[in-house]
């Protein structure tokens, strides 16, 4: 009797604790540990060595939601020591700057910069700013800017163009190791994702010694729809908020940076593997959804230095790359979950106010066992997408 009465007690207090409205976090603070591999000491992409992230948050009166965030591949001149690197295009209803030389040449020679879709331009400026100012560059005449971006139209006023070059330029110049500030910051200021507040999310993972012991990190700026479901469970549906109920278009810009050695080929089937990781939260690459994933390796041994007369890198067997699979997708969900965890709520022009994912919610229905105990009313309930209300 006494033991009944204690668990009573137990589910008499989760219930409590669960009833009130729980304060934001990462997806981990609140005991999801998604997939089988460790992430780095910051669980973001600043655990590969090198790798650095700025953010210029702009939020000026009722209408202006908007920012930059700028990745730093590694922390010397990246246009004279390039990185490997590949583009992977998922559904390409998107405005990527700088594609075509990537895919060419299969390397970078900027930081890459997220933002705005229509501040893709001053996203060009403020790299074209910062690599022409260099020490050492004083000679270069073309310079390939990686910019990527979402539509943050919802929240702010995109036609303001309110992204300036220098705005980029301090982005790149303010970039830091450690932690990296997620939710409504930087380039993810203005985003929505799954009809609820989206961001900047980031998350790694690191390999065991025996399978090389590699560093995986990825960041996303989150803004695209689909059916949410977090580590195998379908709460987007559980909670009644999904696409085809409301637009399923967005967004969803991906960038991974490695320190295996890799190159372009095998960047790209990386990148590949990072949309599986967008799938797995439920995203869908609508029909009007730019979903990239820009893949980098920062090796310091494989940089690339035009200088020279040869290139000899060293390269992971093809053999080797199915950990690095597994551990990329696992980085992208989480940093997706973590975007999503991580924002508050918003807003933004002409009133509009979309609010945050509400995690107490998220937390009930991933207790449940089946979707049919949380499921809405059988006269809700749609058998075909022509009975969806």
């Not at 560093?215 to 085809?244: E, K, M, P």
């Not at 790209?268 to 949309?275: E, H, P, Q, V, Y």
């Amino acid at each position: 009797m006494k033991k009944v009465l204690f668990f009573l007690l137990l589910a008499f207090l989760d219930s409590i604790i669960l009833a009130q409205p729980a304060q934001r976090g990462r997806i981990r603070d609140f005991g999801i540990e998604p997939g089988i591999f460790k992430p780095g000491r910051f669980n973001a992409i600043t655990d590969v060595a090198g790798v650095k992230v700025g953010q210029v948050t702009i939020i000026k009166g009722d209408n202006v939601r908007t920012g930059v965030t700028a990745i730093v591949p590694h922390g010397g001149n990246i246009f004279h020591r390039k990185c490997p690197a590949a583009i992977y295009v998922g559904n390409g209803y998107g405005k990527l700057a700088g594609v075509t030389q990537v895919q060419e040449l299969g390397c970078i020679e900027t930081p890459i910069i997220l933002t705005n879709t229509l501040s893709v331009a001053q996203g060009i400026e403020g790299v074209l700013e910062y690599t022409l100012g260099q020490d050492g560059n004083g000679s270069i005449g073309s310079v390939n800017a990686v910019v990527g971006e979402t539509n943050d139209g919802i929240l702010n006023d995109i036609r303001g163009r309110h992204v300036k070059a220098d705005d980029v330029v301090r982005a790149i110049l303010e970039a830091k190791d450690g932690p990296v500030e997620e939710g409504c910051v930087g380039a993810g200021t203005g985003t929505v994702c799954f009809g609820w507040k989206g961001g900047i999310g980031t998350s790694s993972r690191v390999l065991p010694a025996s399978l090389g012991g590699y560093t995986v990190g990825v960041l996303v700026q989150s803004n695209y729809g689909g059916i949410l479901q977090v580590d195998g469970v379908q709460v987007g549906r559980r909670l009644g908020q999904y696409s085809f109920r409301e637009s399923a278009d967005g967004s969803c810009m991906m960038v991974v940076m490695t320190d295996a050695p890799l190159d372009a080929r095998n960047l790209g089937r990386l990148a590949k593997r990072a949309m599986m990781g967008l799938a797995r939260t439920g995203g869908i690459a609508s029909n009007g959804s730019g979903d990239y994933v820009i893949a980098v390796s920062v090796n310091e041994d494989n940089l690339i230095d035009e200088g020279s007369g040869f290139y000899r890198p060293v390269l992971l067997h093809n053999d080797a790359m199915s950990p690095l699979f597994e551990a990329v997708i696992e980085a992208t969900e989480e940093a997706i979950w973590n975007s999503l965890f991580m924002a508050t709520d918003m807003e933004g022009k002409d009133g509009n106010r979309v609010q945050a994912i509400p995690i107490y919610k998220v937390l009930n229905a991933m207790r449940e066992p089946n979707l049919s105990t949380t499921w809405s009313a059988p006269h809700e309930r749609s058998s075909s997408l022509e009975e969806l209300p």
